[in-house]
Each structure stands twice: as C-alpha cells, then as structure tokens.
C-alpha cells in the first residue's frame, strides 16, 4: 500500500507541468540569468577565469610595501610591466601579476591598461582604483587583502602581546626566555583576541561588521543568498503535499480522507519522494554553480549538508503551513512563493548590506530565517577556518526542521474539519 | 431489487453549524442495505453537508452516525474500506491518465495487485470508459470525466457507495450510462446513497427518498407515498364541445372533483389523488355518448410535492 502511494504520489508530482516549470526549470533559469547579470554577458566564465589580477603597488610607506610584497610573493610574481604585452600566462599557481611604482607610473599602467587595480602599500591597505577587473576578481583581490591585514593583525598582536609580557617580567627579558606556562598563557589570550577581531571583521551578518567595502565579497553574498533562496524554494511543495491529502483543501484531498489510509501515512508516503527529489534537484543546483565556475568554498560534504537540511527545513514549513491554516490554497500559495523572496532579501540576495541592517534593527529576524541561516552556513564555510559557526547554523536548522516537523504533525492529527 | 430491513446507514439527531447558520437541524434518517437511497433537495439544501457528516470527514455538532451497525468516526477505517465516495465535482489527478487514476484509487483499498488489476478493468468496462484509458482527464469531455470520476469511487466495489449529484451538467448519452451503471452496481449488492435536485432521476432509480430542505428531512419515503402524502390534485383537462349541464352537475356534485370550469369547449376538472380520476371521468362521457376531441392529465410529481411542502422549486433555475 504504502510502495503504491509512494509511486503514485512521485508520477503524479513529476507529471505536473507547473511542477516542472517552477520548481526545477525555473531555478536554472533564475540562477543562469543571475550569473550573466552579474557577469560579462559575451563571456560570463571569464568573471571567474583564472588569469592573474594585475597590480599595481604604490610603495607609500616602504615598509608596508616591502611586508605586501613578499606576502604577495607567495602567490604571484613581480614584473607586470614587462609581460603586459605578451601572451597570458596561464599557470594555475599565479594569481597575481603586481609592479611596485609611485603614484604617477601607477596611473600611468592603469591608463595603458597594463594592471587592473592600483593598491596603496599603507596602514590599512587600500585599493585605490580599479580597471576592467570583473566583479568576481575584484571580490577574490578584497578577499586576499582582507587576509593579509589579519595575518598582520595576528603579527602585530603577537608580538605586542610578547612584548609586554618581557617588560612586565625584567627577568624573562634578562634571560629572553618565557617559561612554557607563560607562553601558553599568551598564545591562549592572544587566540582570544584574534577571534574576536576575526569574528567581527567576517561576519557580515553581525550588526558589529566592520562595514567597509574590503570587509564583504558582494559578488558571493549574492551567490549564497542565491543558492539558500533555491534550497528553500521548495516551500510551495510542502503546501501542496499537503492540499491533497487534507479533505477541506482539495477535491482530491477529500477523495484521500475518504479512503482507508491514515493521515499520517499519507503523508509521509507523499512528502518522502518529494522531499528526495527536492534534496537532489538542489544539489544539482549546488553541481550546475559549480560548473558555471562559481567556487563557493571546498567544504564539499558540509555544504551538501546544509543545502538538505535547507531544503527539508523548506519543505516541512510548507507542510506546517498547509497543515495548520486553513485559509484557501491560493493565498497558501502566495504565502509560499513571497516567503522565501522575502527570506532570500533580508538575506542578501537583492542588496549584500541587507544581512547587517536586518542584525542592527531586528536582530531575531536573522535567527528565525532559514536562508539567512543557509546563507550564513555557507558564509561561514567559505570564510571561516573553524566549523563553530557553521554548525552552529546547522543547529539552527535542525531546530527549525524539528519545530516544524512537529506543527505538521501536530495539524496532521485533524482527521475532520468544521468545514469542507 | 427489493431492500431488506437491515439498516445499513443510521443518522440519528444530527446537527451541523457553520456558526450561526443550521447547515443540519436535528436530522435523523435510516437507509436500508440494498436500496438506492435518494436525497433529494435545492442547492444549499444540505445534501453535501450531510455525506460529509456521514463519512466523519466533517466535524458536527451533535448527534450520532451508525454505518452497518458500527459507529462512525475518522479514524473507522475497517468502515471506510466497505465505503466508497464520488465527490460532486470530478475529483481525479490531472497528472494520471484514466486508468492510472482508477489504478491509484482502487490501490488504496486493495492490496493485492492482480485483484486490483481485475476490479480496474472491471471498473472500466462497466463505465464504458475502454477507449479512453491512456487519456488524461483534461482531454475528456465533463460527460466522461463524470463517468471516470464514478469509476474512481466504485472500482473496489464497496458495500456502501454515497453518489454526490454524479449527473451535473452531463450530456443525455452519459446520463443514461450512469444511471445505468447506478442500477447495476444495486444488483451487485450494493446500498446507494443517491443526492441530486434533478427529481425525475429519483423517480426512475430510488427505492425510497429524503427530502431535504434547510438541513432538515421534510419527508421520506418511496416516490409513491410521497406523492400520495400531499394534497395536491390530478389536473384532467378535455377539449369537447356541447357538455349536457346535467353533466356538468354530475361532476360538480362529485366529491372527489375539488374544481371544475367549463369554457369555450375547454374543461378542466381538479381531482383529488385516488378519486374520480381520468378513467372515471372518460366513462362518463362514454355513458352519455360524448366524444373528447383531446384529452390529457397531469398528475402532481415530487416537484410538486416539494413546492407545496416548501413553497421553491426543486430544479435550479438556470
């Protein structure tokens, strides 16, 4: 019985041609145009092509520009004047192309179009200009620079850190040795110190960010508010899991009620395959971005993760809102379809300032969005080296999938209705 | 088929409120196994609200429901596989052809494949729907769409069938196929519980009906008895020239004759149910040697009824 309904339920679910329209046509679609908006229209993967960004360092202070260069060392090479005019390297460990200059030969290599962005070697670094630098590079050159500040701020706090230590203890200065308790101790406060800083500097969901430009890589904010917004797209389909198998929702729906089948069987029998079809159409999504070559991050299982419980989070609010309100299936179905646009904006999708105005004005919005929540799970991953934030995302998730899971069953348990 | 006394549905007290409004007021009926069962009455009348009572598909207020002896409630579901439904409006998946929409139907019912597959033909066949299987129902025409829906409700071949006005808005060709059908699926052994307004449906299928208006029954019984339960008059009306008036007063003095006129060679006569009536009256111009040139009667049906009980007609007015 249950094999049959399970069968039943996934033909008739795929044979639906608004189904098929607006639940897996339509993302490739939106997610497609997304990226061509976003990117070189004639040649969008050129957005995120591999060609090293060329720079132009202005040695302001020489000792910024000497610490800049070498780190940029590790990543690139020196010499963009020379090579400007040649053939593009196409070497994979070479991102960066960069020439140490003045003001002057900075601007001048910028008109010739021989870099495209001028950096100032200062406390902080800033980017001065740019030049036919494609929004996706222009987010990897912020992003780079963005780590390379906080490389220097651990440095700096380290050393300061140390410094202290020796003249609070003339001893330990005498011998130039700290005892291994003392170290420990440091290092400890000095992580401390570094977390919060790393913290505020990257969460731009927090209304404590530092809001400056270098702070947020807009492009992919749009990306992962994007991605989250079609992993939650499935809501609609939970409120009609739900219409036909309720009696005062749909014809059909009256029939099933009708029949001697359990509510809660029927149920699972019709979220099951729509649930699996969902969870694997978002990953596809998840393969289709990766393909157009848009590196979200190389945490590969975890963001799989997420993007299920994404879309089981989608799917059973849907069912929780079919299942407990019984207004008529047209406005459920407005409901269903403005939620997530209205999530995946206070989420970043539309304006990547949103996420920090949401946390400085209505901060609980934030906890209670799954894209938000989505969207900052794949923030984290991207951003941050430790899992702590990440799971906690994940936590938030399982929450709300639970806390939904139980309103579903909870209006479930209607088996008759004051009216049909 | 003559219904045995076994009481296969027993509504007792029912009341159903939509707030302030008594959509079913105190309503009591019993229905017999084997008999088709008519419930009949105006739109709003409470047909619909009743059905859905009686499957516990809706909550009401007070009252109790017995089906086959057993007490009714959702969760019944020994109950349920014995019962079968056809919704008012088709109600079948748009996304399934006709013969995976019975399939699917009948599926929730019967376990077992093969049987399944028997019960879906058999279904089929006697819905006449075999050149239409590999449709969809959005290619069907409302009179086949009607019939599918039927199919849908009766494949498992349930013991108790509630038919929900099956013939709206069906050509003449389906109609008769499904009242047909109706008929068979009696001689099968089934009980119908039959609701329409289209009165002369009543009269050709039910064994006994309900009348329903505002919620409530107004009267039950066989179309017979109900027509004999009201007052209303056989109306007789002759074309015949040169009436006697020792005639005219003969009929006049006839207590059985409520109303007589008798102008420009028209007469008409109201006569009570059971009296003088037609043939009486022709045998009297036969014994004074007279000749109608036309003759015709008309006696009172259950719309008749129905307008003298409730003072509406039955039949939507469109």
Known sequence: ?420 | MKANREVAVKVDNLVKRYKELVAIDHLSLEIYQGEIFGLLGPNGSGKSTLINSILSLLKYDQGEVEIFGQKMKPTAYDLKQQIGLVPQEPTVYEELTVYGNIDYFCGLYIKDKTERQALVEEAIEFTGLNDFIKFNPSKLSGGLLRRLNLACGIAHKPKLIFLDEPTVAVDPQSRNRILEGVKDLQTQGSTIVYTTHYMEEVEILCDRLSILDKGNVLVTGTSAEIISMSALDESIELEIYGMPDHILQELKDNTDISHLDYQDGRLIIKTKQGGIGLLGILHLMEENDLTPISVSSKKPTLNDVFLEITGKELKDNV
Not at chain 1, 358 to 371: E, G, R, S, T, V
Request: glycine residues 6%; contains cysteine; negative net charge.
């Open chain 1, 1 to 420: 019985m249950f094999k049959h309904l399970l069968k039943y339920s996934s033909k008739v679910y795929f044979y639906n041609k608004a189904n098929m329209m607006w639940n897996f046509i339509f993302p490739f679609v939106f997610i497609s145009v997304f990226f061509l908006a976003l990117g070189n229209f004639k040649d969008p993967t050129a957005e995120f092509s591999k060609d090293p960004i060329k720079l132009a360092i202005i040695a302001s202070d020489q000792q910024e520009a000497d610490n800049l260069t070498e780190f940029l060392g590790y990543f690139g090479e020196e010499g963009i004047a020379e090579q400007a005019k040649s053939t593009e390297t196409s070497s994979d460990d070479v991102f960066f192309k960069y020439q140490l200059t003045n003001a002057e030969g900075a601007d001048q290599l910028l008109e010739d179009q021989a870099v495209q962005a001028i950096v100032k070697a200062s406390n902080p670094i800033e980017i001065l200009a740019y030049n036919d630098l494609s929004k996706v590079k222009s987010s990897l050159l912020n992003q780079f620079l963005e780590s390379y500040e906080s490389i220097c701020k651990t440095t700096t706090v380290i050393g300061d850190r140390y410094i202290n230590e020796k003249l609070s203890n003339p001893e330990n200065l005498s011998n130039s040795q700290l005892n291994k308790q003392d170290i420990n101790t440091i290092i400890e406060q000095t992580k401390m110190d570094l977390k919060a800083k790393h913290e505020d500097t990257i969460d731009i969901f927090s209304d404590k960010s530092e809001s400056t430009e270098l702070s947020t890589s807009p492009l992919l904010i749009y990306f992962f508010a994007c991605l989250a917004y079609i992993a939650f797209y499935p809501l609609n389909t939970g409120v009609t899991t739900l219409t036909e198998i309720t009696a005062n929702q749909t014809g059909v729906g009256l029939r099933n009620s009708a029949t001697p089948i359990s509510k809660t069987k029927m149920f699972f029998a019709v979220f099951i395959p729509r649930w699996i079809i969902h969870c694997i159409f978002t990953l596809a999504i998840y393969l289709y971005i990766n393909l157009l070559g848009i590196n979200l991050g190389n945490n590969y299982l975890q963001i799989i993760v997420l993007l299920i419980l994404g879309t089981t989070s989608a799917i059973l609010t849907g069912t929780a809102i079919g299942a407990l309100f019984n207004f008529n299936t047209g406005l459920k179905m407005g409901i269903s379809i403005a939620l997530p646009l209205v999530f995946s904006f206070a989420s970043g999708m539309m304006y990547n300032g949103m996420p920090r105005i949401i946390a400085q004005y209505i901060p609980w919005f934030n906890k209670m969005n799954p894209i938000g929540i989505i969207s900052k799970g794949l923030y984290m991953l991207y951003s941050d080296p430790t899992f702590t934030r990440f799971n906690q995302q994940i936590f938030s998730l399982l929450i709300i999938i639970g806390i939904m899971f139980i309103l579903t069953i909870f209006g479930l348990r209607r088996n008759s209705y004051e009216s049909i």
